[in-house]
């Protein structure tokens, strides 16, 4: 049993009990930058309950990661000091976070190379974080693979309790982002998850009384994605902070990367601040001023556009996630609009339906174990064979397209000839 030193009272798991490594990570400076980060982004704008930060969101990834690893324990051989080692690792996992979250991650996926996972990894290994888990008998290296879900010196099922479809991380957003934006998809009851949970062939498995549960949880998620992630009007405010930080980024050095007590400098309201205060000395640095002030005063973009597509594959995510496509569409229609481009956004996600596998792989099978006859029979069972699942296991493919409420019918008409007919992705001639 670990022995806890300290609490923090939760609003959605009640009272976290805390270790001393746990506590004294939590005390770092670079777990507290968590509280300055928004969890949803922009999303507070349409759902005002929705303030939570990342740091809540890591201090439950923690609490549950702990209750899953206790509860394999028995059967999976996992001692006291690995329950430590996974609930250190669910605490650290968000820590490389830039401001906004994810949509911070988009200018980053555009103007290099690194995640936030990466981000993770340098922080761990680069800071007194590093210091904190030595003093305290933890291998650095190992924490930092860890805390993104990929320790190769641990079996899988471990690091699918960091990263994966049934992870900690997908248990507690789900829960948390569900609480505080009032919107009801994401109460799910995870301690029956947790409960039928096992380990097959090294992976996380459900076994069948609990499939129910499972299911409860890809649907709650795919809910989730349509009800809040990739609601209209959210993506309509973090579209305008994500272009204004593109548009800024050379000015301010968003995602300079090489001086990383910098970039742990950029919080939510630190670079709003900065992107609001501009000085417009150039089109593109006025317009990234503009936006941030459009932004923080809710006045946004609106859509004229909009297609949804349910798919088995990843169609029309593969065609805009392709260099330099969204650029080239976004500079046709607003052509044929007869605007300027600037203030066309297209909009398309690259998520599934349902979560990612903690290598990032989509999450399209699961391991269930059947007990027949006293004997343990373990499927591997695709999501689309699945009663409930089925039916959404995919990609949600949505295509959005907005612009400036002037500009709303020139980009509507141009937007409706571009995307007209069934084929409308595939008429695209990029």
Do not use: W
């Not at 994810?102 to 980053?108: A, F, K, R, W």
């Not at 992630?229 to 305008?240: D, G, I, K, P, Q």
């Not at 593109?246 to 910098?262: E, F, P, Q, V, Y």
């Amino acid at each position: 049993m670990l022995k806890p030193v300290a609490e923090i009272r939760d609003p959605v798991h009640g009272y976290v009990k805390m270790t001393r490594v746990e506590r004294d990570l939590v005390d770092t400076p670079f777990i507290q930058r968590l509280r300055r980060i928004h969890q949803l982004a922009g999303s507070y704008l349409v759902y005002p309950g929705a303030v939570h930060t990342r740091f809540e969101h890591v201090v439950g990834a923690m609490h549950l990661a702990g209750q899953i690893a206790e509860s394999l324990a028995p059967a999976a051989g996992i001692n006291h000091d690995q329950v430590q080692e996974v609930r250190v690792a669910a605490l650290l996992h968000d820590v490389g976070h830039g401001p906004f979250s994810h949509m911070y991650e988009e200018v980053l996926a555009e103007k290099t190379d690194t995640t936030h996972e990466d981000i993770t990894q340098r922080i761990v290994l680069e800071t007194s974080v590093r210091d904190v888990l030595e003093k305290n008998g933890f291998s650095a290296r190992k924490m930092s693979e860890f805390a993104v879900g990929k320790d190769s010196n641990s079996p899988p099922f471990m690091n699918e309790i960091i990263a994966g479809g049934l992870s900690a991380d997908i248990m507690d957003y789900l829960l948390r982002d569900s609480y505080f934006t009032g919107v009801e998809y994401g109460k799910v009851d995870v301690t029956r998850v947790i409960d039928s949970l096992q380990v097959a062939d090294g992976h996380l498995a459900i076994e069948d009384a609990g499939l129910y549960a499972f299911e409860a949880l890809l649907l709650a998620r795919y809910e989730m994605f349509k009800a809040v992630y990739f609601h209209r009007t959210v993506r309509a405010a973090e579209l305008m902070l994500v272009q204004s930080m593109k548009l800024a980024d050379d000015t301010l050095g968003l995602t300079s990367l090489s001086d990383l007590s910098r970039y742990l400098e950029l919080t939510d309201e630190i670079v709003l601040q900065r992107l609001a205060t501009l000085k417009p000395s150039t089109a593109g640095l006025k317009e990234a001023r503009s936006l941030a002030l459009d932004f923080r005063n809710r006045n946004l973009v609106k859509c004229a556009f909009e297609r949804v597509v349910q798919r088995k594959d990843q169609l029309v995510s593969n065609i805009f996630s392709k260099k330099g496509v969204r650029t080239q569409v976004t500079a046709e229609l607003a052509e044929a609009a007869g605007v300027a481009k600037m203030h066309v956004f297209l909009d398309v996600p690259t998520t599934p339906s349902v979560p990612y596998t903690s290598s990032r792989e989509a999450f399209v099978s699961v391991r269930l174990v059947q007990v027949t006859g006293g004997r343990r029979v373990v499927k591997v069972v695709p999501l689309n064979e699945l009663s409930l699942v089925g039916s959404i296991a995919g990609f949600m493919d949505v295509l959005r397209v907005y612009t400036t409420k002037k500009n709303r019918r020139r980009v509507e008409k141009a937007a409706l000839e571009m995307f007209r007919g069934k084929n409308f992705i595939t008429d695209i001639s990029v």
